[in-house]
């Protein structure tokens, strides 16, 4: 960790982040897609990170996981999109290796955290859903604190971890990056020393941070949708399956889009997908992921909506308990 010297090493100084190839005719077209994009994925995160902060009626395990859900959300964007901008309105391609390494360091941090938090947040609604009664003993603060916390370090010693191996790399020859980020697929490529380890050692990492946690998950989501099926009344179950359903494409989205990247075998066809599908789960889900599973949900329209109307809401919260 201490000296990752990419650079010293190879002659290598900066890498050129082809990005979505030479579509310049499309380029403005695609600045104006993506700054849209950040704009309101930045937007909504943050929004959330001030209602879940700010009204009292969110303070409970749920509404920490999707605050701290948002807040990577934003950085995790921003780790990424920001930079692509950048490259599409002035056309300059070149990422300095150190700027690359932080990029990259990023990303698996970030990447590794939300695989764990998304499992805890399915794991908190199977438990809210399938053992209503014991909930609350269950998910106390203490676990549920040990629990997001516990998604954070584990971001972090996998991003370390990674890091340390990837520091053995050297390069030498080309610097083109056929991606629009710092990837380690993508760098493995352009590596001149031997990346048989590294691609084990990428294998086992996803397997342990992406697939484990994609199974846990949809076994989560299968016992609430079995649940949710034997509700009574079909107005609520119809409504349950609705926003169960919604998750559970979300949560298949971003770890089918990882497992195909990063654990399927590279062919030629999975080469031109592979090219496609990281616009999912970097952009596309902190996108999609504040309105799915916040902005959807009652006690956050009424959270916000409380906001709206009083101003001052938010100073005078105390008063309202
Ligand atoms: C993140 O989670 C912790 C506990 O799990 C909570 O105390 C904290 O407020 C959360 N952060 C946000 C922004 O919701």
């Not at 990419?6 to 900066?14: A, H, L, M, R, S």
């Not at 990303?107 to 399938?130: Q, W």
């Not at 009574?232 to 494409?249: D, E, N, V, W, Y």
């Not at 497992?259 to 399927?264: A, D, E, G, R, S």
Request: aromatic share 12%; with cysteine.
């Amino acid at each position: 960790m201490e000296d990752i010297e990419w650079g010293n090493q190879t002659g290598v100084t900066e890498f050129i982040l082809l990005g979505f190839g030479n579509l310049l005719e499309l380029q403005i077209l695609l600045f104006l897609l993506f700054l849209v994009i950040y704009i309101v994925t930045v937007a909504g995160n943050i929004l959330i990170i001030v209602l879940v902060v700010a009204d009292q009626h969110l303070h409970t395990p749920m509404y920490f996981f999707l605050g701290n859900l948002s807040c990577l959300e934003t950085c995790y964007t921003s780790n990424i999109l920001p930079r692509v901008l950048a490259s599409l309105l002035t056309g300059d391609r070149t990422i300095s290796v150190e700027g690359c390494i932080v990029q990259l360091h990023c990303f698996v941090c970030l990447v590794a955290t939300e695989g764990c938090l998304l499992a805890v947040m399915s794991y908190d609604r199977y438990l809210a859903i399938c053992k209503p009664l014991h909930y609350s003993a269950l998910m106390n603060d203490q676990f549920s604190l040990q629990l997001g916390v516990g998604s954070w370090l584990s971001g972090f010693t996998v991003s370390t971890n990674a890091e340390c191996w990837m520091s053995q790399m050297i390069f030498c020859g080309p610097n083109e990056i056929e991606h629009f980020f710092c990837d380690y697929i993508a760098l493995l490529k352009l590596s001149c020393s031997d990346t048989s380890k590294m691609v084990l050692v990428i294998f086992l990492l996803s397997f342990i941070m992406i697939l484990l946690p994609f199974l846990f998950t949809l076994t989560s989501y299968v016992c609430i949708i079995s649940t949710i099926l034997r509700i009574p009344s079909t107005m609520g179950r119809q409504k349950a399956f609705s926003t169960c359903s919604s998750h559970l494409i979300m949560v298949t989205i971003f770890y089918g889009t990882l497992t195909i990247v990063y654990m399927l075998p590279d062919t030629a066809v999975l080469r031109d997908l592979n090219k496609v599908l990281p616009v999912f789960y970097t952009i596309l889900t902190p996108l999609a992921n504040p309105l799915i599973y916040s902005l959807r949900n009652k006690e956050v329209k009424e959270a916000l909506r409380k906001a709206l109307i009083f101003g001052h809401y938010f100073t005078c919260n105390s008063d309202w308990h």
